[in-house]
């Protein structure tokens, strides 16, 4: 029974988190350092361990309402599902944020001795995280898909579909929460010690550096790791809700139907399996070919993965009397579009090409200049991601069609669109290993100086550090593509179920959400001020919270004698900056959080045709919105970063102080609400999908009423 | 016969051309001013129309390659009426510009003798202004539509679609080019002048201020000035197709016909009567009160057409089977929306209010925080205008749908829309009027700085100018809704005539752009991107100009001997700036033009659902990316004027320096990337339409072929 090749997920997870647990021991087995050093790195690791308790706290309620509600609303199996997704993903965050707290002053240790051994321990932290964010997520998911759609008499996507949805929501609320706290943090710490008190980044003195250190961890460990194990579950889902969609409307059956509905499985596990084999082919000596190795390590794994695509479509080939081979086109156009986007999110954002030069040749001229500077350059590095991952989508659903023949060429079409954006999610582990170790290198910095280590430690982990800043750039390009092609995957998903409902029902006729219809188009706009509504929502958070981190830190300076002056028996109160920033990102991620999954099923209510257009609105303009705050802020960081390496005058000229207001204002657009938009795109499209049966009822045979 | 209230329009076009004329006499005969102030505002004339004249020059040659094409892949007359528009834009562009350059001085003589005159100066060449440009615009429109719609066997709408897309295309490149323009010289001077040299703005010493009052021109009145003249255009267009189109189908006839096809121009004709009765409503002696006088004149214009759209309708009920009463709602929505929209806009961007207050107080902690809060407050300052906008949509909709009761609901409800268009553009007279008055007020009071004339004059410019800011914001607000809803009547107009064309064809069937087709997603992604690389040229093209600009400023401060210090011998060579400036707006604005027109053609080729997805993903996000420019700028700009009112330390402090950097992004943000964004949604809809039959005749019966 080719049903059974479904198992082969859930095996490839428990592998995958055997070897987890591995690196985890193996990273936890290292010294640790000095005491000073242990003393720095358990304020973080309490510091960040609060938050994420204070943030679970605040979510188990609102998860707990909305499992209520889809209990009656949809189905309670569907509501078991949604806790079970947000579960995992809690999970996987404070495992991973564990982990990355201890990973490093185990980095800054490891790095008194070479370089070598200081990118072995942050990325086998990294990649430990990347391998439980995937593994966690294909477990729950593929559970749940094996008993309700592939050994289930009667499929009911709607019960899988609830995983993805609660997958979503924590996700949301880490990402802008986490984002929230960072930048309040960063920025905070940042205005008062570098520019006003003039004293380095990362120094002792500074009470706001140990909460910038717990915000890189809450952030860019916990909530990135958050944003993929979504965007994973929801690429894995996808195809698998098509190919249910396909079977019950009768365009497959047979082996085609099982090997359709398996076939995600089969690629997330072999996924898993080449990212452990890629973790070997990351290891270097030499602090040059850092970035080369971590390629080494992505390239290697997407080689494996290209070549198990293959060897999946060719067996399906055998057994079937379509053309199926044509689906390898699709499953890799999503995998391609991944790295390239990578590559071009490079081009934009590291100090070695022309664009993020340009930037720092304009802080000559002050920071008036390196901001529009910025932005247009942010803007331009737009246009290159859209194009690829437009050929992608465009590419995958012609070869599906291809593949589906005259009688089922749209059907196969839209999966095809689904194995895309799968094809890109395969290699999550290592993307997300690839990027969480940047934070442990970033930390095990601050560990250093804030210890008083020799400089050349420092030098070391810098090096670890800067390579870390291209590699964030680089997955957060990749986190909102693969985020967009999911949203898509899933809005087509959603868009079938609505229609294949209206088909069971005699009352009911398919819908066309055409955009000759008005509402269509109010849909679109309202959707495509989502995102700008969100950006403001997210930055004015920022603002705040950093405000009143200003705040506080000014007042440390002043009150507590001794301290700006670097005597050593004083410490700063550095619990009450932590204590700012978790209470600033509590308070501010609940409104962006609720809207988000609120408005479109308000929207739904009201109108699905709104709705739709709504879905179609959200995504396009968030993925460009999305992609413009990331790669602006990055360019700008590493523009600062450039002049710093001497060049226009360096560190404390006059480019340098303009460079900064660009990386200061940066810091929000690329960490809080670049990413916030890029979970906003699958939030709002899970909760619809979630929905559908709800719409059905309610609208029943009115749903054309209205219009 | 109904059909001869139709000529209403050119008569109405007649009467205020000669009220303009009056107007221009009025303001010419006014004194002028001492010698120097003579001499200044010559340079400025002269600059201004040599711009001109090159930007003419070059968009010949671009006007007859577009027409030849359009004479062979349309219709010879196509092209006709395509010139024609194109020639009208550049002659109301010229004229408004020829005397604003010449009230200016006359502004700051009358300025002299108290604000009462300078403010009747200022004001009656900016409303001659609005006057020539909606006089023109009516006035050919309507004559083009007279002959080929209005009482022609066979109404030919894609003859007089080409008048708009002349209107559209010159507009275009107006904006661009003047945009430009304007902000290459005012952020190079600034940044010499005011940041480096420490020299007052308009200070006679800085070379580049001419350039700057030059700029103003070309920028705010004749950029302006096309871009409202295109919408206006545009909106009686859109809702005449329409009834052409019912007629056509046979939705509607008879009397009926007649009415929805004269409606457009009859309450036109009526908008340029009630903008003449409103010009005499703006007259104070009191300065505080220049802004309620000028509220005042737009709010009776309104009033007026309102009671007009009244009796219209009220008429046509009288003669109708059908609700027709019930579509005063629709063009009632747009007009009430427009003026909404309006008060949104000043709320946001006068500094009497909240959100400009509160990025004056985020200047106190560096440039940084103030260049965060005014993005945070840019960016939602797009929520309500976008409420509104769709509101009225969906009023002018369902409204519509009332009117045309069972069998013809959807007709009548995209004919509502295009009402709405209409009735918000009405007023367009008034509000290019209210609007072009600013840079007259800003440029007389940098002829009074320059000719050194006593401080009390500059002063009573300034609170003229400080109005002018308001207004000038607000009629950005009212220029992008006006061009988001002018492009959706635009856009249902391509809709209905592809499908009409596809209707009167028998082997083709009415085409479905659903967005469950994966082509529409497409073209909806690449719409939405376009907003971004446009904003990413015209930035990049403003940066790059001020470079140019900043280099030849500090030449000059440091070749020309007693410049700086101010020996009254010394003249500063401000050719060379405006030749730079000049030079800069030509090269740059060129690509943005071209790829306006050629890519929706290259995507109508390619396939329609692209294109018509395209148009929608344009309009959503065009629409939000430049109100949030527009606004963002209009904040910054009027933070840095509240601290100079003493806020925050005033005018020198640390608050002020960092709130000049947020006014010198702004400067593009406002005056070049928004408002290209703004005409960029309104090209490519107008180009598409005008492509209809092309399209047809290329795809044939292949239309539904590729997908």
Redesign the interface.
């Known amino acids: 029974m080719a049903q059974m090749l479904a198992w082969l997920a859930p095996v490839a997870s428990v592998i995958g988190l055997g070897v987890a647990a591995y690196l985890a021991f193996w990273v936890l087995k290292q010294d640790p350092g000095n005491e000073r050093m242990q003393h720095l790195s358990g304020l973080v690791q309490k510091g960040a361990q609060a938050f994420l308790f204070a943030e679970y706290r605040a979510l188990i309620i609102f998860a707990l309402v909305v499992a209520v509600i889809l209990g009656f609303a949809i189905n309670p199996l569907t509501a078991c599902a949604f806790l079970t997704g947000g579960l995992l993903s809690v999970v996987a965050g404070y495992i991973g944020m564990y982990v990355a707290t201890r990973a490093n002053t185990r980095t800054t240790q490891a790095a008194t001795k070479g370089i070598a051994g200081a990118l072995r321990v942050a990325y086998r932290s990294g990649i430990m995280m990347g391998l439980v964010v995937a593994t966690l997520g294909l477990m729950g998911l593929s559970l749940w898909a094996i008993f309700f759609l592939v050994f289930h008499e009667h499929p009911e996507p709607e019960i899988v579909d609830g995983f993805v949805m609660g997958a979503s929501s924590i996700a949301l609320f880490a990402r802008v929460g986490g984002g929230i706290y960072t930048k309040a943090a960063d920025?905070g710490a940042d205005?008062v010690g570098k520019?006003e008190a003039g004293i380095p980044e990362d120094d002792p003195r500074n009470p706001g550096v140990i909460a910038d250190n717990v915000g890189d961890n809450v952030g860019d460990v916990a909530g990135m790791g958050a944003d993929l194990y979504e965007s994973y579950a929801g690429a894995i889902l996808a195809p698998m809700v098509l190919a249910v969609a396909m079977t019950a409307s009768g365009a497959i059956s047979g082996i085609d139907a099982v090997i359709a509905l398996v076939l995600p499985l089969v690629l997330s596990a072999g996924g898993i399996i080449a990212s452990i084999i890629g973790l070997f082919a990351v290891n270097t000596n030499d602090s040059s070919k850092i970035h080369k190795a971590l390629d080494r390590g992505t390239f290697l794994t997407s080689g494996i993965v290209f070549a198990l695509i293959l060897v999946s479509v060719v067996v399906w080939q055998m057994y079937s009397d379509r053309s199926t081979l044509w689906l390898f086109g699709s499953a890799a156009a999503g995998l391609a579009a991944g790295l390239a986007i990578g590559k071009i999110t490079e081009y934009y954002t590291s100090y070695h090409n022309k664009p993020v030069q340009k930037i720092a040749k304009?802080s000559e001229?002050?920071?008036?200049?390196n901001?529009?500077?910025g932005?247009?350059?942010?803007?331009?590095s737009?246009?290159l991601p859209?194009l690829v991952?437009?050929a992608a989508?465009?590419v995958a659903?012609v070869c599906g069609m291809q593949a589906g023949g005259a009688d089922a060429a749209v059907q196969f079409?839209?999966y095809g669109?689904g194995l895309s954006a799968l094809g890109m999610l395969t290699t999550t582990a290592t993307t997300v290993g690839v990027d969480a170790y940047g934070p442990v290198a970033d930390n095990a910095g601050g560990i250093a100086e804030m210890a008083g280590l020799p400089p050349e430690i420092r030098e070391r982990t810098d090096q670890l550090d800067s390579v870390g800043n291209t590699t964030a750039a680089v997955a957060k390009g990749f986190a909102v593509s693969s985020a967009?092609l999911t949203a898509?995957a899933l809005?087509?998903a959603f868009?079938?179920n609505l229609?294949a409902g209206l088909v069971a029902d005699p009352d009911l006729v398919p819908m066309?959400?055409?955009?000759?219809n008005?509402?269509?188009?109010?849909g679109?706009?309202?959707?495509?001020?989502m995102p700008?509504?969100f950006?403001?929502?997210t930055?004015?958070a920022?603002?705040r919270a950093?405000?009143a981190m200003?705040i506080e830190i000014r007042r440390q300076f002043r009150e507590i004698k001794g301290l700006l002056a670097g005597d050593p028996e004083v410490e700063p109160d550095t619990e009450a900056c932590v204590r700012i920033s978790t209470q600033a990102a509590l308070r501010e991620m609940m409104l962006p959080g609720i809207l988000a999954v609120v408005i479109p099923v308000v929207l739904g209510i009201l109108d699905v045709n709104i709705l739709?257009?709504f879905l179609?609105?959200v995504?396009?303009?968030g993925?460009?919105m999305s992609v413009?705050m990331a790669n602006t802020g990055g360019a700008w960081d590493n523009a600062k970063k450039y002049i710093e390496t001497g060049a226009h005058g360096g560190k404390g000229s006059d480019a340098h102080k303009a460079a900064?207001?660009g990386d200061?204002?940066g810091d929000?657009f690329k960490d809080t609400s670049g990413p916030s938009i890029n979970i906003l795109i699958k939030v709002v499209t899970v909760v619809s999908l979630v929905f559908v049966p709800f719409f059905l009822t309610l609208h029943g045979g009115f749903l054309h009423g209205l219009l």
């Not at 008005?518 to 109010?522: L, N, R």
């Open positions: 920025v205005l520019v304009a001229s002050g920071s008036a200049t901001i529009i500077e932005l247009s350059t942010g803007m331009l737009t246009v859209t991952l437009i989508v465009a659903y079409g839209v669109i967009a898509l809005f087509v868009k079938t229609d066309s959400i055409s955009l000759d008005p509402f269509v188009i109010v679109v706009v309202i959707g495509a001020m700008f509504f950006g403001a929502m930055m004015g920022v603002s950093a405000n200003i739709a257009g179609i609105g995504l396009a303009c993925f460009l413009y900064v207001v200061t204002v929000p």
